[in-house]
């Protein structure tokens, strides 16, 4: 079966493929980013990164040393220039575009910053991949938050209505319209157009996993709490989300994007992707946390705020399409994904382990879930 059948049943990235492929990620300095130049580098492609400096400390990215393992940049998706020169330099065959500002509490404090990044940056980006004159297979990373969330139980598919409530989940919804218009405009064989040049994009649900440092985020909150020996505090403990480890979207990213570069039918790839945990994975923040406590005693406190700033209350992703057209589909229960993700930050802290180790453990075991490869015996 190609790419584009339905049914291919496939799930780990194919070692051929990628190997020695140069590959643009933005992004690489977060959170997903690490993770998944880490992937890329142990596929063996070519890695040009470009992202801002990381903002944690620690940060996942200095504690893998990814810097001496791809050609690292630094640089804001505002620049058109700079990612006009990066794309001019390093030819990608692959884009995977994940950097963003991905805050929704931070979007009501920067609006004008988050529409900046994440559609500008968005459109600055396919701009300057145009000009490109060999295949270019571009997946380009938003959020299950593009969907207009009616806060029912039911998951939204990639044919719902967009919208978004807070600057975050709006700004995203907008990036999806211009990817939508840049793809019907400018990707094809007109005159005017890039023949070699597909664009799709990949929605994903709430990840957690080891090694993210951010603030305003669940699972680092409550590792610094644990830490402290302190209560963690929930401001919406009954917000329900679609919790998913790491490695499960990036591994669908890379699914679209080997399907997107086939060169028989995967234009017809270019198209919109959830990539989102089993049903019973939509779970209350409560419910997250307690799981946490399974692994790392502690305690939480109920910290909401009626005046806090709107966000959703439910949320979770049908992922049919990407099982139908990829072959892809989650792997990790809930449970396995709290504990892997509890796990990697009790042996980092407590145990001192190396965090590359633990990546690469991770990494493994996911893998042994999945079914291997085309180039895998």
Not at 247 to 260: D, I, K, N, R, T
Not at 353 to 358: F, Q, R, V
Request: proline share 8%; with cysteine; net charge negative.
């Amino acid at each position: 079966m190609t790419s584009g059948s339905p049914g291919r049943a496939w799930q780990q990235p194919d070692p051929s493929f990628w190997h020695g492929k140069r590959v643009l990620l933005t992004g690489h300095t977060g959170f997903k980013g690490s993770w998944l130049a880490l992937w890329l580098c142990e596929l063996g492609a070519r890695v040009s990164g470009f992202a801002l400096a990381p903002d944690t400390d620690p940060s996942l990215f200095d504690q893998l040393g990814l810097a001496s393992r791809l050609d690292h940049h630094v640089g804001d998706l505002r620049d058109p220039a700079a990612l006009t020169e990066l794309v001019a330099s390093s030819q990608p065959e692959v884009v995977l575009h994940l950097a963003a500002q991905p805050l929704v509490r931070r979007s009501y404090a920067e609006p004008v910053l988050t529409w900046e990044t994440n559609v500008l940056g968005t459109i600055h980006l396919i701009e300057a991949l145009r000009p490109l004159s060999h295949p270019c297979a571009a997946v380009l990373i938003t959020t299950d938050k593009v969907y207009r969330n009616n806060e029912w139980l039911y998951g939204y598919r990639e044919n719902d209505p967009l919208g978004g409530h807070d600057p975050y989940s709006s700004s995203k919804a907008a990036a999806e319209l211009a990817i939508s218009s840049w793809r019907a405009s400018y990707c094809g064989t007109l005159p005017h157009q890039s023949p070699h040049l597909r664009l799709a994009s990949a929605r994903a649900g709430n990840v957690i996993g080891g090694g993210d440092w951010a603030a305003d985020r669940i699972i680092p909150d409550t590792v610094r709490s644990l830490r402290a020996g302190e209560p963690i505090t929930l401001r919406n403990p009954a917000a329900t989300r679609p919790w998913q480890h790491v490695l499960e979207p990036l591994g669908g990213y890379l699914a679209l994007a080997e399907a997107l570069a086939e060169p028989s039918d995967g234009r017809a790839m270019a198209e919109a992707f959830n990539f989102g945990p089993q049903l019973e994975a939509n779970r209350p923040v409560q419910e997250l946390v307690e799981q946490a406590l399974a692994h790392w005693p502690g305690r939480w406190i109920d910290a909401s705020d009626p005046n806090a700033p709107h966000e959703a209350g439910l949320l979770n992703l049908v992922v049919d399409k990407a099982h139908h057209r990829l072959g892809w589909s989650p792997r990790w229960d809930f449970a396995t994904t709290t504990a892997r993700t509890l796990q990697w930050y009790r042996r980092v802290i407590e145990a001192g382990d190396d965090p590359l180790a633990c990546c690469l453990d991770d990494l493994t075991a996911y893998l042994a879930c999945c079914p291997p490869g085309r180039s895998t015996p």
